[in-house]
């Protein structure tokens, strides 16, 4: 961080022993090591939650990116979902048409009467006709 060699430390200490005096210097000695200890861990608590910060918006970015990969796959997803639901409904009109056709047949051939009665009675005619 500061580019202190030893001869800079060494003319601060004799500095500090001259101005405070041999008495109170290891005091000050123990409180300034204190103090850079406090402030050397608010930095690195400062730096941890920095470094939590920007993997925070890293992670919401891949998120946004996968998001953004799933929504074709979910458009794909509903334009099927509406296909079959409109196949559905062709073969549902569809299978009502055909029962409406069926019952409408039946009914006539069981005005008729039956095929069979009614085929039987034709070939009959046919066959007591002379040609």
Known sequence: ?????????????????????PERLPKLAYTAGKWLGKGRRVLNTVKSEI???IKAEELKQILEKQKKQLNPL??????????????ESQVSTSLREGERQ?????????????VKTVTSKLNNDNQERPS
């Open 1 to 21: 961080m500061f580019d202190i060699g030893f001869w800079e430390l060494m003319l601060i200490g004799l500095v500090a022993l001259v101005v405070v005096g």
């Open 51 to 53: 470094d939590k910060e």
């Open 74 to 87: 979910q458009e794909v997803i509903e334009e099927t979902g509406s296909a079959v639901r409109n196949l």
């Open 102 to 114: 069926f019952v409408s047949e039946d009914e006539s051939h069981t005005r008729l009467g039956d």
